[in-house]
């Protein structure tokens, strides 16, 4: 028997073991490690091809799962590597997969970036971006994935006035798990398919592998930010780093990989821990700062699409700690909320990011990143971005 062979068969002991949860996620994050690390070697993406194909239920031909962990480091349907925005098949105006033309009579991004209430809440990068765009489908894709960071009545009266000026097909559309609404509308004539929520869609395939059924709100929140980490070449992640404090691109490779193995650890860690214990509450409080530290700079309206997301994260934080209280545990959840530092910081602890925000007043919370948690006499301090003072 060959030494991959022996390999390949204590992993799929171990996969059907008391452990399979475990070792399912730390096959997640070697995949994802292999795949960014590897695309110059094609020996290396085949054994991260191999190791997927496993962790999927066994190898597909040739060794490449059609699903399940063979999709992490990939992306999926209409996305880029490494968080590069996708606009569909036609990659740019024509359809035609030929050069692509500069935005002419396409969405009103001028007037959009002109806006000062867009401006509070974008930043002057994501502007140059969008107004930078080099192809029609691309500030098509750019404009609606700002709305989602937006106030929801800005965000929908712009939303309104982009759908008006349109006509032509309806498009075609991608689904991810979630309510039903439109994140990004399709413009068939620029190559572009469209991105919305439905119930009646399959979960990310990454957090249908790692977390049980027990979890299908919170699988369904994973699988929202792992799509728009696939599409949105904006976000950023906000996880402590042993490099260092600050706000980490995700369409740079090595942050990607990063951030990949570290969702897949903290996945695995919560679907490993006991049922109602206060262990998964830690545990669900590290997932919870995993998806809430993903962030765009400045980071969205509190009410917004990426702010209601972490809401709801949130809630499932509070609804844990609320079933152990009632179980007799001494358990405490916080969220830190906007507004002055100062009066935040006996729940605040180290290593928090600071942004420089016009029109903002310095040292105001713009978004909490990880739940202050208190569990008997252990303390867990909250992280939060805040405005930076660069007068």
């Given at each position: ?34 795949r ?52 569909g ?9 030929g ?31 969008l ?12 404009l ?94 906000a ?46 409080s ?48 916080r ?57």
């Amino acid at each position: 028997m060959s030494a991959d062979r022996g390999v390949e068969e204590l992993l799929s002991a171990a996969l059907g073991g008391p452990d399979a949860v475990t070792v399912r996620a730390a096959l997640a994050g070697m995949v994802a490690a292999l795949r960014s690390a590897g695309h110059a070697d094609p020996a290396v993406v085949a054994a991260a091809d191999r190791l997927a194909g496993l962790g999927s239920g066994g190898l597909a031909p040739g060794g490449l799962a059609p699903g399940g962990l063979g999709a992490i480091g990939q992306g999926s349907v209409g996305s880029g590597p490494g968080g590069q925005e996708a606009v569909g098949p036609g990659q740019g105006a024509s359809g035609s997969g030929g050069p692509v033309e500069r935005v002419a009579a396409g969405p009103p991004v001028g007037e959009f970036a002109a806006d000062p209430d867009v401006a509070t809440w974008l930043g002057a990068t994501t502007l140059d971006a969008l107004t930078g765009a080099p192809t029609e489908a691309q500030a098509w894709v750019r404009l609606w994935l700002a709305f989602l960071r937006l106030p929801p009545d800005l965000a929908e009266t712009w939303r309104e006035r982009v759908r008006s000026s349109r006509t032509g097909d309806a498009g075609a559309w991608q689904a991810v798990a979630g309510g039903d609404e439109s994140l990004v509308d399709p413009l068939p004539e620029a190559g572009v398919t469209g991105l919305r929520e439905s119930p009646d869609a399959a979960v990310h395939p990454w957090a249908a592998d790692v977390l049980p059924e027990r979890f299908a709100t919170l699988r369904t929140l994973v699988g929202q930010v792992l799509t728009m980490v696939e599409r949105d070449p904006g976000l950023h992640h906000a996880l402590e780093s042993r490099r260092r404090q600050d706000f980490h691109s995700l369409g740079d490779p090595a942050n990607l990989r990063d951030f990949q193995r570290d969702a897949a650890n903290r996945l695995g860690y919560l679907a490993a821990a006991p049922p109602g214990s206060v262990r998964e509450l830690r545990e669900l409080s590290l997932v919870d700062e995993l998806l809430c530290s993903v962030v765009h700079v400045p980071p969205a309206h509190p009410e917004s699409w990426w702010g209601r997301l972490a809401r709801r994260s949130r809630a499932l934080v509070a609804e844990a700690a609320a079933a152990l209280r009632e179980r007799g545990e001494d358990v405490e959840v916080r969220v830190v909320p906007p507004g002055p530092y100062d009066a935040q910081r006996p729940w605040i602890g180290r290593n928090n990011l600071s942004c420089p925000v016009p029109g903002r007043p310095p040292s105001q919370i713009l978004a909490c990143l990880r739940v202050y948690l208190r569990a008997g006499e252990e303390e867990y301090p909250g992280r939060v971005v805040y405005v930076r003072d660069d007068r």
